[in-house]
């Protein structure tokens, strides 16, 4: 079965600074994608990024890219140029290609100090 | 207006109650899901439906019964209430590509006394 593994319960950051939030996952499939999802105090789970596993690219969304060691089943986010509104609990979570079930991570808290 | 919403948003029942959370969603999606969210847990999946006569079980199902009245309505019922139901609970629904990723309602905090 798959698992994907946030080590970091809490990890904090001062503004317009940079943080990388850690993920791993383990799966024997070799088509997967993986995702970050946001959920600030207001309880919405928003999509941040996601990746193809086929994709050899990182994928970027303005100050959010992920770095993407598929050997190393390894997943972290990057966040560049902190901002208050960043302040969330970050998800990583996993997909296998054939199913629609999505497996999640623990979670990460993040804190942006002024 | 909210492409997925959920109602109630918070709930307080007593055990041994009957409950039902409600989820609409406006995106034309086949799919929907529930999940539960408990502290240092992360989301697991309660239930899932591919089309209003496809419905699944997901990892945690026990103690849980779904209904899937249209294409755009999905609830979940706890038929007697108990304590350590306590959660956030999600809806979630996406189109029918496998590259295509799910959209998540608002959550609602249900407590069970």
């Known amino acids: 079965a798959q698992t994907v593994t946030q080590s970091q319960p809490e990890m904090s950051v001062q503004e317009a600074e940079t943080v990388t939030l850690s993920c791993t996952y383990d799966?024997?499939?070799?088509?997967?994608?993986l995702f970050w999802y946001k959920q600030p105090p207001s309880r919405q789970m928003i999509l941040v990024i996601r990746q193809e596993a086929y994709k050899q690219q990182n994928a970027t969304e303005n100050r959010f890219s992920v770095n993407f060691q598929k050997a190393a089943k390894s997943f972290s986010l990057k966040i560049s140029d902190s901002q208050l509104g960043d302040a969330a609990m970050y998800f990583c979570?996993?997909?296998?290609?054939?199913?629609?079930?999505?497996?999640f991570g623990t979670g990460t808290r993040l804190q942006v100090f002024p | 207006d909210a492409d997925v919403t959920q109602t109630p948003r918070n709930r307080i029942t007593k055990t041994g109650k009957r409950i039902m959370l409600e989820c609409s969603q406006t995106?034309?999606?086949?799919?929907m899901y529930w999940y539960r969210q408990d502290p240092g847990l992360g989301l697991r999946l309660i239930y899932y439906s591919f089309d209003v006569k496809d419905i699944n079980k997901g990892e945690i199902s026990d103690g849980y019964s779904v209904s899937r009245q249209a294409q755009a309505k999905f609830s979940l019922s706890l038929e007697s209430a108990i304590p350590n139901q306590t959660a956030l609970y999600f809806c979630?629904?996406?189109?029918?590509?496998?590259?295509?990723?799910?959209?998540f309602g608002p959550g609602t905090r249900l407590t069970v006394l």
């Open positions: 979630a629904t996406k189109g029918r590509g496998l590259t295509d990723t799910q959209y």
């Open positions: 799966t024997s499939e070799s088509d997967y994608y």
């Open positions: 995106k034309g999606h086949d799919r």
């Open positions: 979570a996993y997909r296998s290609g054939n199913t629609d079930k999505l497996i």
